[in-house]
């Protein structure tokens, strides 16, 4: 299966291999031409000096769609008992969401529930600038979450993530060709990475889930992130933005994704089929569901008080999605980078209110306010 060059400023289909990657049993590593392949050698070869861990039990035999490998994790992180919890936090199980099913879309409108929304989604934006202003090589995605526990219950709240479902940890991080849950692990990222740290905070009795994907570049390193990947990243920005200005009370939630498809379209790119945006509030997910391809059957209509999120995840290659064993990590079917972004949204009287917004203080990577 071809893959992506490897070398700097390249980003073409490739289908060589490096033959000591091979030979060591490293992810798979892709050149375009043997003359790519000699100019990144002194920066290529670094890589083999990282062998990763033998693969655990679930994964033998399974055939991964790309480079990236799981590494080893470490044990669930505790909430301190002060700490007010959802109705999952021991069991896994979200039986409230069962529950609501049957009740429609949740309407916030009173002014406490509003208060108590905002600032959830105010610590959640917080948590993820400070996530996203520790993306560096060489740090690894389980460090991310510990910083991300941390922060988050250093403000008095709960990580939504953590057991969810069982989910083991206290965000998501996706690497690369991973499109959405990926479990920080204790691979350290490389320069060239991309990584989406998806955080979702539980305070006041609500929910807050926004998203945002970085790019891994040390300004003394040569490798940089390809350039058609910076497009991906990019487009999936614009994406999220365009969908929401078309946001408003009377919007249908099925036109969402015809407004994604025409910014992704015109790079050639797919938008993933298999997850898409929700409602939040008093729980973690529940209706609306919101589909971010074309043509799709939502059902419903934006009215003040509806909260959801938007969060399009964009691939570079095919729209198809891949589980891993582990039951939670999807990753891209043809092993090519994905990106997403995500906000909380809140339907007013007159448009939609940005909960989850970049502040001043917001990390910005190259998206200025």
Not at 33 to 50: I, N, P, Q, R, T
Not at 321 to 336: I, R, V
């Amino acid at each position: 299966m071809p893959g992506v060059c490897g070398a700097k400023d390249c980003g073409k289909e490739a289908s060589l291999q490096c033959p000591t990657c091979v030979s060591l049993h490293l992810p798979v590593s892709y050149f375009c031409s043997k003359d790519c392949f000699s100019k990144s050698w002194s920066e290529h070869k670094k890589a083999h000096g990282v062998v990763p861990p033998p693969l655990p039990d679930i994964f033998v035999g399974f055939e991964f769609t790309g480079p990236l490998r799981p590494y080893p994790i470490t044990p669930r992180r505790k909430v301190p008992d002060s700490i007010p919890k959802p109705d999952y936090y021991l069991t896994g199980v979200p039986l409230s969401e069962r529950d609501a099913k049957r009740n429609g879309i949740e309407v916030i409108k009173k002014p406490k529930d509003l208060a108590a929304l905002r600032e959830a989604c105010r610590i959640g934006r917080e948590v993820l600038d400070i996530a996203g202003a520790f993306v560096r090589a060489g740090k690894t995605t389980e460090e991310i979450d510990e910083l991300v526990h941390n922060s988050t219950i250093e403000r008095g709240a709960y990580p939504s993530p953590l057991n969810y479902r069982g989910f083991p940890k206290s965000c998501c991080t996706s690497v690369n060709e991973i499109v959405c849950h990926g479990i920080p692990d204790l691979r350290p990222l490389q320069n060239g990475d991309i990584v989406n740290v998806d955080v979702s905070v539980y305070h006041g009795g609500f929910h807050s889930d926004l998203n945002e994907t970085y790019f891994v570049e040390d300004e003394s390193s040569d490798v940089k992130v390809d350039p058609n990947t910076k497009l991906l990243v990019d487009t999936t920005y614009n994406a999220l933005y365009k969908a929401i200005e078309y946001c408003k009370p009377g919007a249908m939630y099925r036109d969402i994704g015809d407004v994604i498809h025409k910014v992704v379209k015109e790079h050639g790119f797919s938008i993933i089929r298999s997850y898409c945006g929700h409602g939040l509030g008093r729980l973690f997910h529940c209706g609306p569901n919101i589909p971010h391809y074309p043509g799709n059957k939502a059902v419903g209509v934006m009215k003040p008080g509806h909260v959801f999120t938007i969060e399009p995840m964009i691939n570079a290659g095919g729209w198809q999605d891949l589980q891993w064993p582990d039951n939670w990590t999807s990753a891209t079917k043809d092993g090519k980078p994905s990106a997403q972004f995500e906000h909380t949204l809140l339907i007013t009287d007159s448009g939609c209110e940005i909960l989850t917004a970049r502040t001043r203080g917001s990390y910005k990577d190259r998206f200025v306010l």
